[in-house]
């Protein structure tokens, strides 16, 4: 018998389950590279940002699906926490670097979600070009940007829990 009474909330669980889905999205090898993302703790950092930003805005959208967003938005940085923690920076350290990421995110958040709510693929593609490279301009912040719209799409024309599959998260276009 568990010692703990309560029963995970359904929104704790489907947020779980939508976390692993955005990383699953995030960690695609095509996404990496000479000319792409770059593969460090701030390339990474870039993409969970983009893809919790399209969870987001899908989750938003409905609000019944609140909750949910919620659940979702503390599990992301529970996950962001872990990471600086598995990365070695100090237990002192962590709380600032947080409000730091939080910050980003919530900064990235907004913008995305403008551009995307919008469909403003120039806009997104500057501030992706911004965020990821320090570079408007970056050929590949185009591909994010319409990768990002192509998700957006198929998350808004489907039920929100297709998001908690892969097929919710269509690839990015090859070159």
């Given at each position: 018998?568990?010692m ?27 996404l ?44 992301l ?5 872990a ?7 100090g237990?002192?350290?962590v ?23 919008g ?57």
């Amino acid at each position: 018998m568990p010692m703990w009474p309560f029963r995970r909330s359904r929104a704790s669980q489907d947020a779980e389950r939508l976390l692993v889905a955005v990383t699953d999205a995030s960690r695609r090898p095509s996404l990496f590279g000479a000319g792409r993302v770059p593969d460090t703790l701030e390339g990474r950092f870039e993409l969970m940002t983009l893809n919790g930003s399209l969870a987001l805005v899908r989750l938003q959208a409905d609000p019944a699906l609140a909750p949910l967003a919620q659940a979702f938005t503390d599990q992301l940085f529970r996950q962001f926490d872990a990471g600086l923690r598995e990365a070695g920076v100090g237990d002192t350290s962590v709380p600032k670097r947080m409000q730091k990421m939080a910050s980003a995110f919530y900064g990235r958040l907004q913008a995305y979600g403008a551009a995307i709510t919008g469909a403003d693929q120039m806009a997104l593609s500057a501030a992706l070009g911004r965020n990821f490279w320090g570079d408007e301009a970056h050929p590949f912040a185009s591909r994010l940007a319409a990768y990002a719209q192509t998700v957006t799409q198929a998350q808004l024309a489907g039920p929100a829990e297709a998001m908690f599959e892969a097929h919710g998260w269509p690839a990015p276009a090859e070159t």
